[in-house]
């Protein structure tokens, strides 16, 4: 079964730099998350989109930004990049579409690894 | 708002001992509640989740869990580790399973031949 899909899986910017993260959700799934994990953490949420349109904000950064576009994929765009920001940044997805099952789980993606130097 | 705890950020045990995962949530809505596994540097993978219905949930790989409100605990269990369990377990709560997820602060679990 198609699964989640994340790009670049390894990313290493500079101080200041910007960054795009990629997620691609499973086909018929029309909402995206955006995690967080640091180093030995918990995955912290970040924002999430249903149709589009932004649905929940975390505590996500003023440096950072995110859309989800018409064909459903997601873009985590990431600017003037601090050391703290290096984590594993999670995208998940799931479905409000009726007849799909497990509706209600959110599937996860194999992460991103932002090194920021 | 809502939160879980997870007793013990390590857990060892012997391949073919019982496994118990703790975690007790706080929910002002009836939670969902999710059991979440990674293993080094990969993703989180659904292990099983409780939403209404049948307290007692199975899960893959021989999980298994049961959602006790009177307790506020959805304990994870499985009765003989196996090397392959080896990995760190988050427990997740969200008060529907379209909200985002609020996670634990995961518990590693060691097996030892």
């Known amino acids: 079964a198609a699964g989640v899909i994340q790009s670049p899986r390894h990313l290493i910017k500079e101080k200041r730099e910007t960054a795009t993260l990629k997620c691609y959700p499973i086909?018929?799934?029309?909402?995206v998350y955006w995690y967080q994990q640091g180093p030995g953490q918990d995955p912290q949420f970040l924002i999430s989109?249903?149709?589009?349109?932004?649905?929940d904000k975390g505590s996500i950064p003023d440096r950072f930004s995110a859309q989800q576009f018409s064909d459903y994929h997601s873009e985590l765009n990431m600017s003037s990049l601090e050391l703290g920001d290096s984590a594993l940044y999670f995208c998940?997805?799931?479905?409000?579409?009726?007849?799909?099952?497990?509706?209600?789980?959110?599937?996860f993606g194999p992460g991103t690894r932002l090194t920021v130097l | 708002a809502q939160s879980v705890t997870q007793l013990g950020s390590h857990v060892s045990v012997s391949e073919g001992a019982l496994v118990l995962l703790r975690c007790n949530y706080s929910?002002?809505?009836?939670?969902?509640l999710f059991w979440y596994v990674q293993y080094p540097n990969q993703g989180l993978q659904l292990l099983l989740k409780?939403?209404?219905?049948?307290?007692l949930v199975k899960g893959i790989n021989g999980f298994e869990a049961e959602f006790k409100k009177s307790e506020t605990s959805f304990h994870l269990t499985k009765p003989s580790a196996h090397m392959s369990d080896a990995a760190e377990y988050f427990c997740?709560?969200?008060?529907?399973?379209?909200?985002?997820?609020?996670f634990g602060t995961g518990t590693r679990l060691l097996v030892s031949p």
């Open positions: 998940a997805s799931s479905s409000l579409l009726a007849g799909l099952r497990n509706t209600d789980t959110q599937y």
């Open positions: 989109f249903y149709e589009k349109m932004q649905s």
């Open positions: 997740a709560v969200s008060g529907t399973g379209f909200q985002k997820l609020v």
């Open positions: 929910s002002s809505v009836p939670p969902y």
């Open positions: 086909p018929r799934h029309d909402t």
């Open positions: 409780y939403t209404t219905g049948a307290t």
